[in-house]
């Protein structure tokens, strides 16, 4: 009985073939929005902390200047290489320490000219950014401490100077300063903010403070711990040992910042998830307005045969029989329309993840609860629809024009 009333259900579908797919639209719509913004909020996510990740997981960054809490004293001085060498001394947990310094400059090669930034450090700098030496060589240690005009350039600079030429041995200038470049560095690619990590020239510190800086100031130390685990005790000895060196008394607020590259990774997922919750709550709402669409139709269908109704009735079918098969309907319209739903989100998440350069990532248990709720859907708003044939009086439905 049930299977051929699941026919019968089938047959009424077949019978108003435009009308079944317009029904089923809205549920196409609203399942395959879900899936999209899911995939799309999990690929974000996994791209933030992948460029995070090549970065270096267990990655501190020491700047000047204390976070934004309220009104501050003024400027913070800047950093000094002494406290680059005393992170390095004093700190147990930190295993490569890089100071850094950098401005933009202009660079000339030839006929030419590009503007770019000019990073001055150590060759622990390459190991603890996760850079690697794509051509040439890093700095040897008479370049680093003598100061010698020599560069490793980024993949686009060296893109836009050079081309598919060697650079190697070449000598540009950067600013008013001729440097002979030693080495190019492998891609990176963009970050997930947009900027390009290839668009820089990298310099000895000595020779960036001596020839274009004109001071000793450091900008930035980038601090590697001896691992993942090890990156919370490393940040709490380098604020102690920085608050010790800058002479900050007990009451005086940090003039200065330890970033942990996990924290910033842990807050930027929570943001995504958030997002993608979010995006994916309001892309749900489109299942409901297309299960009211279920029911409109449903009820527009009851009216249509109300005769056939009661002819049913008044031969003997039981009333639990007219609301199986006018629930089945529903349920067949709805679970396809999720089915379909499902292949569209992910045919569009796959399609817009390759536009955005994001990963495409499947969530099973996403496309599980979006099919499942268009399941739903088609029982919760296709009940009233079917209650209301099994109660039709088949004597007054047979008499219905």
């Not at 598919?164 to 540009?172: E, N, Y």
């Not at 536009?355 to 496309?367: C, G, H, N, R």
């Not at 599980?368 to 209301?388: C, D, H, W, Y």
Request: positive net charge; hydrophobic residues 45%.
């Amino acid at each position: 009985m049930i299977w051929a009333t699941i026919l019968m259900a089938i047959r009424e579908i077949r019978r108003n073939t435009m009308r079944s797919i317009l029904t089923t639209l809205g549920i196409v719509i609203g399942v395959g929005s879900v899936i999209a913004m899911v995939t799309l909020g999990r690929g974000a996510t996994a791209k933030i902390t992948a460029d995070i990740a090549s970065m270096g997981t267990n990655l501190l960054i020491v700047m000047p200047g204390a976070e934004r809490r309220g009104p501050t004293s003024g400027a913070a001085s800047p950093l000094k290489l002494d406290d680059a060498r005393a992170i390095e001394r004093e700190v147990a947990a930190v295993s490569k320490v890089a100071p850094t310094s950098g401005r933009s400059a202009l660079v000339v090669y030839g006929n030419k000219n590009y503007n770019t930034g000019v990073t001055g450090t150590t060759n622990e700098y390459f190991a603890v950014r996760g850079f690697t030496m794509a051509l040439g060589q890093s700095f040897s240690d008479a370049q680093l401490q003598g100061g010698t005009p020599v560069c490793i350039l980024g993949a686009t600079v060296r893109k836009e100077l050079f081309g598919p030429q060697d650079p190697i041995g070449a000598t540009l200038r950067v600013g008013a300063v001729p440097c002979t470049v030693v080495g190019v560095l492998s891609s990176k690619g963009q970050s997930t903010f947009g900027s390009d990590q290839d668009d820089f020239i990298v310099m000895p510190l000595s020779a960036f403070h001596r020839r274009i800086a004109g001071n000793t100031d450091v900008n930035t130390i980038f601090v590697s711990a001896v691992s993942d685990k090890a990156t919370t005790k490393a940040k709490e000895q380098i604020s102690l040992l920085m608050r010790e060196r800058r002479h900050l008394a007990a009451a005086q607020q940090d003039d200065f910042m330890v970033q942990d590259m996990k924290e910033i990774s842990k807050t930027l997922g929570n943001v995504t998830g958030a997002l993608t919750a979010l995006l994916g709550a309001i892309a749900g709402v489109s299942l409901l307005v297309g299960g009211i669409g279920i029911m409109n139709i449903m009820l527009v269908s009851v009216t249509e045969r109300t005769r056939e109704i009661g002819l049913r009735l008044a031969i003997g079918a039981r009333g639990s029989e007219v609301l199986l098969q006018f629930l089945i309907e529903a349920i067949t319209l709805s679970t396809l329309g999720g089915a379909i739903g499902v292949l569209f989100g992910l045919g569009i998440s796959l399609a817009a993840t390759r536009a955005l350069k994001l990963p495409f990532t499947v969530v099973p248990d996403i496309i599980l609860i979006a099919f499942a709720f268009s399941a739903t859907v088609g029982v919760a708003f296709g009940f009233l629809p079917a209650r209301k044939a099994s109660r039709l009086n088949p004597i007054a439905a047979l008499r219905h024009e």
